[in-house]
C-alpha cells in the first residue's frame, strides 16, 4: 500500500509545491492510517490542517481505497 500512496502523493506534489511546500511520507500503518509531515511553507502555514484533511485526505483515498486516515506529523 505505501507504493500506492507515493504514486497518489506524487499527483498531489505539484499543487503543494505550486505554494512552495511539499509533503514527506513518514509511515503507511496496517491499519490504513498516513502519517505524513508537511514541508516548506505548507508546513508552517494556518491552513495546512484544512489542507490536510479536505485535500491531501480525500485524493488519498480516492486513490487509495484502503486509507483510513491521513494525520500529519
Given amino acids: 500500500m505505501r507504493e500506492k500512496v507515493e504514486q497518489a502523493l506524487d499527483k498531489i506534489r505539484p499543487m503543494l509545491m505550486a505554494d512552495g511546500g511539499n509533503v514527506e511520507l513518514v509511515e503507511v500503518t496496517a ?8 514541508t ?3 508546513g ?19 486513490a ?6 491521513v494525520v500529519s506529523l
Fill in 44 to 62: 508552517c502555514c494556518p491552513m495546512s490542517q484544512m489542507t490536510l484533511k479536505n485535500g491531501i485526505e480525500r485524493l488519498l483515498k480516492e
Fill in 64 to 69: 487509495v481505497p484502503e486509507v483510513k486516515e
Fill in 31 to 38: 491499519d490504513g492510517i498516513v502519517k505524513l509531515k508537511l
Fill in 40 to 42: 516548506g511553507s505548507c
